[in-house]
């Protein structure tokens, strides 16, 4: 007993989960359905970039990165505001999840390196913010656009002018929220290292083949068997750092959302509220289901994808579950930070929601 009650202090997003799941196996009990919930490359992505980006830490990759950022930045809201935007920039090319298990590790590694280690929950939060709302822009940027882009058959060039003004606006807001960053001067600590040419070379590598993945230049099976099996050689103490709490969450979310959206209730429920604003309920349905469910849900009731898309993309700011990004977030800082999550729970709720009303407020007037 004392393991599990052990388990769940350190994995609070799992065991919600698998309350979540477990509750809608009650109405949906198990069947050969089932089978097609996973989203097997997202869940195989999710995996190598983990790898790899432990990999990375071994060779402190992150601490040499981080180096570089406060020698060009030497003010503690430059560096900020450097990490939001390659992490903003980041989700528009390798998916908002990709860009945090990415850039959130070098956040962390800037912030301890520097003695700065008070400002991670506002860095933190705003990386995340920065992240589901950067990836609006690119129909790879984040999982519902790519679901939604090719659901309806959205055009480019449509998808891009549907996208832009939040986007804009998401950009505007995100900078100005970095101001309240102070400008305190930053001096690195810790000695200067050096990186192991080979296996930089090699780790590389191996993260570029996971873009690969996710831009579907590469079949996702190829990089599950190459990644693991190279790690194996090079650094196999990588593999066993891999966050699979993380990943059993991705599992235990694709359960849930697929359960849901099978129910006739919950169906009948949100065809109707549709009708009366697309782009409201989108938001709402993802504060209480995320919005890759809620994108899944609901297109299967309307016909007008241009609030939909809107509203499943601004709609991943506001709650914890409103995006699995966010999640990750979570976990990240959990990780780095154990007992001081209600003060972060608290800060994040304050940011996401006056982001997620300006731009609700934004799109009400422009739809």
Same mark, same amino acid.
């Given at each position: 007993m004392s393991r599990i009650i052990a388990f769940v202090k350190r994995n609070p997003v799992v065991t919600v989960a698998a309350a979540a799941a477990l509750i809608t196996m009650i109405a949906v009990p198990p069947d050969g359905q089932y089978r097609s919930y996973f989203d097997w490359r997202t869940l195989t992505c999710l995996f190598c970039v983990l790898a790899v980006v432990c990999a990375l830490k071994n060779i402190q990759f992150f601490y040499l990165l981080a180096r570089k950022i406060v020698e060009r930045f030497r003010t503690l809201r430059m560096a900020v505001i450097a990490l939001v935007y390659i992490t903003f920039i980041g989700s528009m090319l390798i998916a908002n999840d990709m860009a945090l298990l990415t850039f959130l590790p070098l956040g962390y590694y800037v912030l301890k390196r520097t003695g700065k280690e008070h400002a991670m929950a506002l860095v933190f939060i705003f990386q995340n913010i920065a992240a589901n709302l950067g990836?609006?822009?690119?129909?790879?940027?984040?999982?519902?656009?790519?679901?939604?882009?090719?659901?309806?058959?959205?055009?480019?060039?449509?998808?891009? +002018?549907?996208?832009?003004?939040?986007? $804009?606006?998401?950009?505007?807001?995100?900078?100005?929220?970095?101001?309240?960053?102070?400008?305190?001067?930053?001096?690195?600590?810790?000695?200067?290292?050096?990186?192991?040419?080979?296996?930089?070379?090699?780790? $590389?590598?191996?993260?570029?083949?996971?873009?690969?993945?996710?831009?579907?230049?590469?079949?996702?099976?190829?990089?599950?068997?190459?990644?693991?099996?190279? $790690?194996?050689?090079?650094?196999?103490?990588?593999?066993?750092?891999?966050?699979?709490?993380?990943?059993?969450?991705?599992?235990?979310?694709?359960?849930? +959302?697929?359960?849901?959206?099978?129910?006739?209730?919950?169906?009948?429920?949100?065809?109707?509220?549709?009708q009366k604003n697309t782009l409201l309920v989108s938001v709402a349905s993802c504060q209480c289901i995320s919005n890759v469910p809620t994108a899944i849900l609901l297109s299967q009731f309307t016909e007008n994808y241009r609030p939909l898309l809107v509203g499943v993309n601004i709609g991943g700011v506001g709650t914890l579950i409103a995006s699995l990004a966010s999640l990750i977030t979570f976990r990240e800082y959990a990780r780095y930070n154990q007992g001081r999550m209600l003060r972060y729970v608290l800060v994040f709720t304050l940011f996401n929601f006056l982001f997620l009303g300006v731009l609700c407020v934004f799109e009400l007037l422009i739809l």
């Open positions: 990836g609006m822009l690119t129909p790879f940027g984040n999982p519902q656009n790519l679901y939604l882009y090719s659901h309806f058959g959205i055009p480019d060039g449509e998808f891009v +002018s549907i996208m832009l003004p939040p986007f $804009l606006l998401s950009i505007t807001l995100i900078t100005l929220c970095c101001f309240l960053i102070p400008r305190d001067p930053l001096q690195i600590r810790g000695e200067r290292v050096s990186l192991p040419k080979g296996r930089t070379a090699a780790y $590389l590598a191996l993260f570029v083949l996971a873009i690969l993945i996710v831009f579907r230049s590469v079949p996702y099976w190829i990089g599950l068997l190459i990644i693991p099996a190279a $790690l194996l050689l090079l650094d196999p103490k990588a593999l066993k750092m891999v966050d699979y709490p993380l990943l059993c969450t991705f599992v235990l979310f694709f359960i849930f +959302s697929g359960n849901l959206a099978r129910i006739p209730e919950v169906r009948a429920f949100f065809a109707g509220l549709l």
